[in-house]
T-cell receptor
Framework: AQTVTQSQPEMSVQEAETVTLSCTYD???????LFWYKQPPSRQMILVIR??????QNATENRFSVNFQKAAKSFSLKISDSQLGDAAMYFC?????????????FGKGTLLTVNP | GAGVSQSPSNKVTEKGKDVELRCDPI?????LYWYRQSLGQGLEFLIY????????KSGLPSDRFSAERTGGSVSTLTIQRTQQEDSAVYLC????????????FGNGTRLTVT
């Protein structure tokens, strides 16, 4: 079974600074998807960024980028120029690309605080 | 367009009562998921519906939990004889298909069992 580990229960960053959230995962599969979701107090899970394992290039979405290290099974999220609206719970998630490829496995989350 | 809609937003119930949680997915999305988020925990998979196929109920924690999806659209998660450990946020998500399409989540229902 796949597992996702987020080793940082809480992180804080100053507004306009850069922060990196860590995520590691365990799988025997070679093809899969990785995601970062943001959960603000509204509770809605919002997709931040997605990475396909067969792509070597790291995904980027505006101020959000990932460092995907397939051999190390590491998938960290970098938030540049942090804004107050980035404060939320961030979840790393894994999904197989074949077979039972509909289940998302989530980490326990990292609570990000942005200080003005 | 409208996103995934869940109701009620919050539900307080007494131990032993039955509750029904509703999810209205995005129109055209064939896949529908229920997840449970307990305090301080990640999301736990409960059940998955895909079109007219038999649902994957492997994540349901006990036989007190059941779910149905009528007409391939709206889904209801039912918890019978609620227990305090059922207190959690129940999140519904839908996606266009079961593959690479991302999941779109609703705002969840916060269930409190007293």
């Amino acid at each position: 079974a796949q597992t996702v580990t987020q080793s940082q229960p809480e992180m804080s960053v100053q507004e306009a600074e850069t922060v990196t959230l860590s995520c590691t995962y365990d799988t025997s599969e070679s093809d899969y998807y990785l995601f970062w979701y943001k959960q603000p107090p509204s509770r809605q899970m919002i997709l931040v960024i997605r990475q396909e394992a067969y792509k070597q290039q790291n995904a980027t979405e505006n101020r959000f980028s990932v460092n995907f290290q397939k051999a190390a099974k590491s998938f960290s999220l970098k938030i540049s120029d942090s804004q107050l609206g980035d404060a939320a719970m961030y979840f790393c998630a894994y999904k197989n690309s074949g077979g039972s490829n509909y289940k998302l496995t989530f980490g326990k989350g990292t609570l990000l605080t942005v200080n003005p | 367009g409208a996103g995934v809609s869940q109701s009620p937003s919050n539900k307080v119930t007494e131990k032993g009562k039955d509750v029904e949680l509703r999810c209205d997915p995005i129109s055209g999305h064939t896949a529908l998921y229920w997840y449970r988020q307990s305090l301080g925990q990640g999301l736990e998979f409960l059940i998955y519906f895909q079109g007219n196929s038999a649902p994957d109920k492997s994540g349901l924690p006990s036989d007190r939990f059941s779910a149905e999806r009528t007409g391939g659209s709206v889904s209801t998660l039912t918890i019978q004889r609620t227990q305090q450990e059922d207190s959690a946020v129940y999140l519904c998500a839908s996606s266009y298909d079961r593959g690479r399409s991302p999941l779109h989540f609703g705002n969840g229902t916060r269930l409190t069992v007293t």
